[in-house]
Antibody, heavy 120, light 107 residues
Framework: EVQLVETGGGLIQPGGSLRLSCVAS????????MTWVRQAPGKGLEWVSF???????YYGDSVEGRFTISRDNSKNTLYLQMNSLRAEDTAVYYC??????????????WGQGTMVTVSS | DIQMTQSPSSVSASVGDRVTITCRAS??????LTWYQQKPGKAPKVLIY???NLESGVPSRFSGSASGTDFTLTITSLQPEDFATYYC?????????FGGGTKVEIK
C-alpha cells in the first residue's frame, strides 16, 4: 500500500524552528516528485514547496528563505525545515507526491497532515 | 506568479443538480490544471488532471474542460457524497498556485 505519514507538528513560539518529516512507504522518495502543501484553519490550500527527483527545489513566496525542503533517500523520508516561524504559518501541513511531472501536474498521493501551531 | 481565480466561492445545490465551477488563470497555463475534492478533516483527492482527464476511480459525473485561460469542473448529477470543497491548482509554473476553493453545500 502506498502511504505517506507526516510527523513533527506541534506548538511552537514565534521565531522558533520545527522540522516536519514525511515517511513514505510503497513509493520511493528519490524517484518521486514531492511537495508540501498547507492549509490554515478554515482556509484554502496553499502550496509551500516542491522537490524534483534531481534535487531542484522551489518555494512559495511566503516561505522563501525561511523553509527548506530536503529528503533522505536512505530513510525514504521527505523533510520540511521551518525557521523563523510566524503566526501566519499556523496550518495543517500535508506532504504529497506524484510519479509523473509535469504531464499529470497532479499530486495523487497525500499524507494525513500534521498540525503546526505558532503561538506564544 | 500565476493567480487562479475560482468561482463561485460557494454554491448551494440539491441532489441531482448540475454544478459548474470555474477557475480562471491570470496567464496561459496550457492544460496544466488539476481539480481536487476535499472533505472536512481529509486530504485533497484528485478528480481531474491535465484539465480534462478523469482520474482513475473517479465517477464519470465529474468532467473538466478548458477554453484559453478558463477552466471548468462540471458535476452532472450531484450525489450526497459530492458535498465538499473543490480546488483548482495550476502546475504550469512555479510557484504552484491553488484557487480559493468552492464549497458545495446542501440546499
Amino acid at each position: 500500500e502506498v502511504q505517506l505519514v507526516e510527523t513533527g507538528g506541534g506548538l511552537i513560539q514565534p521565531g522558533g524552528s520545527l522540522r516536519l518529516s514525511c515517511v513514505a512507504s510503497g513509493v520511493t522518495v528519490s524517484s518521486s516528485y514531492m511537495t508540501w502543501v498547507r492549509q490554515a484553519p478554515g482556509k484554502g490550500l496553499e502550496w509551500v514547496s516542491f522537490i524534483y527527483t534531481g534535487g531542484t527545489t522551489y518555494y512559495g513566496d511566503s516561505v522563501e528563505g525561511r523553509f527548506t525542503i530536503s529528503r533522505d533517500n536512505s530513510k525514504n523520508t521527505l523533510y520540511l525545515q521551518m525557521n523563523s516561524l510566524r503566526a501566519e504559518d499556523t496550518a495543517v501541513y500535508y506532504c504529497a507526491t506524484t510519479s509523473v511531472w509535469p504531464q499529470r501536474g497532479a499530486f495523487d498521493i497525500w499524507g494525513q497532515g500534521t498540525m503546526v501551531t505558532v503561538s506564544s | 506568479d500565476i493567480q487562479m481565480t475560482q468561482s463561485p466561492s460557494s454554491v448551494s445545490a440539491s441532489v441531482g443538480d448540475r454544478v459548474t465551477i470555474t477557475c480562471r488563470a491570470s496567464q496561459g497555463i496550457n492544460s496544466w490544471l488539476t481539480w481536487y475534492q476535499q472533505k472536512p478533516g481529509k486530504a485533497p483527492k484528485v478528480l481531474i488532471y491535465a484539465a480534462s482527464n478523469l482520474e482513475s476511480g473517479v465517477p464519470s459525473r465529474f468532467s473538466g474542460s478548458a477554453s484559453g485561460t478558463d477552466f471548468t469542473l462540471t458535476i452532472t448529477s450531484l450525489q450526497p457524497e459530492d458535498f465538499a470543497t473543490y480546488y483548482c491548482q495550476q502546475a504550469s509554473t512555479f510557484p504552484l498556485t491553488f484557487g480559493g476553493g468552492t464549497k458545495v453545500e446542501i440546499k
